[in-house]
């Protein structure tokens, strides 16, 4: 007779390790883009820029819209059509002067590098039972050290950016498609012990 509470915890993990193939195409994904990121860095910047420039426009359209379809008191109508007007000018420029978009999306790129690896520094170090620790604790370091490149020489290129963008998506997809097939196996062994 099985323990109750055994298999609870082999569910639990089967459910969680089910997923597994989404982990895999994410971290595919992510190689992909990293080497169409280093085989064209230059047009990548320009697409990324225009990008969010677009996406500023189309925020700032729904923002304006919604300042019309919401029930909300007159002030935050005002609010909501100000925030959109204001995406939508900002969007416009973004579009317009791309190197200055550039070089403000690479400063929060490096922030949030910075957070994002000190972040997952602590939760490796901390949480001693995560599968793949140690590939946690160097995603967490390696973000680190590209966000300080980042911020600490503000004369980088641009270009260069894009090198370290496009070799940080290759690391992390590889970290990652590792991490699937560890999942898998995690539940291979929960569905067996399942079956027990």
Known sequence: MADPVQSDIADQLGGIARHWGLLLAFGII?????????IWPGRTLVVVAVLFGI???????????AAFGVDESGGRRVLYAL???????V???ALRHTLITLAAL???LGIYWIVYGFIELFR???DRTIPSRGWVITLGILSIIAGFIVLVYPSISLVTLAIVLGFWLIIYGIMEVVMAFRL???ASSSARLAAA
């Open 30 to 38: 992510s190689v992909i883009v990293g080497v169409l990121v280093l």
């Open 106 to 108: 690479a400063l929060l």
């Open 184 to 186: 898998r196996s995690v």
């Open 91 to 93: 969007g416009v420029y």
């Open 83 to 89: 925030l959109g007007v204001l995406s939508i000018i």
């Open 55 to 65: 996406q500023l426009i189309v925020v700032g359209i729904f923002e304006f819209v």
């Open 124 to 126: 490796g170090i901390s």
